[in-house]
């Protein structure tokens, strides 16, 4: 088995090869190649913290594996990341283990790869100014994962604090973004060509009246039962993409959709696996309001897992460890 660091992690993988891997895993899914286990989410009141196991399987890509790991919010005051994550790939024949790798980068690319892959699919072409709503971790991969495909130029951050706001913007600043400015959420929203919600909040943040026809919206932030982000109304207007229907409707943003005004599978316009495999449309007129409702599917931990511990095999980096010795 081999084992993969944080910090070999990001050696190995840049955004621009995550968000082609997303594309790859993505249309696996929607040609039923991959399939996802049930997902585990719970709280740890004890702990102050969230945990889950996302699991999942691509046996025509030799890919079977989980991804570990949550959110402990007290962590920062130790010095540590509060998002936590670990990803174990095993030989789908034998069931041994392969690969541990360390994921809290990867899980922050690979959230934001999809969004970028979103955006590359629904977003106007000529989209130049994005909005985004929190300031946390996450946010500068989002803005990352944007910028590799959209020629943005201004920047909005809206943040619950001014200190977040400024160190984003600053992050935003050295990724080369000409104008960034510091404003509301309504702010945000307004101006914004592409918009991105990345929030613990558990109330709307983007309200019906704040965004213009032709908006792209990445919510990112809802992937828990009761957490919003996006006024449940918008989801009636909204062309609306999910990762996965099951999820979305159960800790996504979908979720308000379903309880609000008995939202469906048959109200979304796709998935973004049938958007990776062209096999759904995307933003039919200029004018359509789009959204991707993001929850996190295992197969994009396993896909970048997969990659870097390949990667890492063919430059000689990673540790090899012995587990058990064959009969």
């Not at 951050?157 to 050295?174: G, N």
């Not at 510091?182 to 613990?200: C, F, K, M, N, Y």
């Not at 409707?249 to 958007?275: F, I, N, P, Y």
Request: charged share 20%; aromatic share 4%; hydrophobic share 45%.
């Amino acid at each position: 088995m081999i084992v993969i660091s944080e910090a070999d992690a990001r050696e190995l993988l840049t955004m621009a090869d995550a968000i082609q891997t997303m594309a790859t895993a993505f249309r696996a899914i929607h040609a039923k190649h991959a399939v996802a286990f049930p997902l585990v989410r719970e709280q740890i009141s004890e702990c102050n913290a969230v945990f889950g196991v996302k699991s999942g399987a691509c046996i025509q890509d030799d890919t079977l594996g989980l991804k570990a790991g949550g959110y402990w919010a007290s962590n920062s005051q130790k010095g540590l990341t509060n998002h936590q994550s670990s990803t174990v790939l095993f030989n789908p024949e034998t069931g041994q283990p392969l690969a541990f790798v360390g994921a809290n980068y990867l899980t922050a690319l690979r959230t934001a790869a999809v969004a970028g892959l979103a955006t590359d699919r629904l977003s106007r072409p000529e989209s130049s100014v994005m909005g985004i709503i929190g300031a946390g971790t996450q946010a500068v991969f989002q803005i990352e994962a944007v910028l590799a495909v959209r020629p943005i130029s201004k920047l909005i951050v809206a943040s619950r604090t001014e200190e977040s706001a400024r160190r984003l913007s600053e992050q935003a600043r050295l990724l080369g973004i000409q104008e960034v400015t510091i404003g509301s959420t309504v702010e945000a929203a307004e101006q914004a060509d592409v918009l991105t919600t990345i929030t613990p909040a558990r109330e709307a943040v983007v309200e019906l009246a704040a965004v213009r026809p032709g908006t792209h919206i990445n919510a990112m932030g809802a992937d828990t039962a009761g957490k919003q982000e996006i006024d449940s109304s918008l989801l009636r207007v909204a062309r609306v993409f999910v990762d996965d229907w099951t999820q979305a409707a159960a800790v996504g943003e979908c979720q308000h959709g379903v309880s609000h005004w008995k939202m469906t599978q048959g109200d979304l316009a796709g998935t973004l696996g049938g958007l990776a495999a062209d096999a759904v449309p995307g933003r039919v007129t200029a004018d359509d309001i789009t959204i991707f409702d993001s929850t996190g599917m295992a197969l994009q931990d396993l896909s970048v897992a997969r990659v870097v511990v390949d990667r890492a095999r063919q430059r000689g980096m990673g540790q090899e460890i012995v587990l058990e010795s064959a009969s």
